[in-house]
């Protein structure tokens, strides 16, 4: 599965594979909190595990700080779209404040 680094695409892919993962392993957390204490933990487990083996191999081509920010980004893109989509009220100002967020995280990386 992550054999593709060579691929012009894959680190782009392998990111959103951690993060993925990331969103995952959170997800699983909150789930052991909720009741499903082993099933939590089993699905924070498989989240943690990809995210891992993602980012490992992201670390061959890419500085850790580099790493990190762009995971930052793509988690940040990925729960604000997530919660549009399950209808979470829009707040003018929190959405501003990420996109000045994002503005800055991207700067920093390029």
């Known amino acids: 599965m992550f054999d593709t680094l060579g691929h012009a695409n894959a680190p782009p892919v392998l990111l959103m594979v951690a993060t993925i ?25 498989i989240g943690f595990g990809l995210a891992f083996l993602a980012e490992i191999r992201l670390l061959h081509s890419t500085e850790i700080a580099q790493l990190y920010i762009l995971a930052i980004c793509a988690e940040t893109f990925v729960v604000l779209g997530f919660a549009a989509w399950v209808g979470d ?22």
């Open 21 to 45: 993962g990331h969103i995952i392993m959170v997800l699983g957390m909150r789930h052991s909190t909720r009741g499903f204490g082993f099933l939590g933990a089993a699905v924070a487990a």
């Open 89 to 110: 009220e829009a707040k003018p100002r929190r959405d501003l404040a990420a996109c000045v967020v994002m503005a800055g995280l991207i700067a920093a990386t390029t």
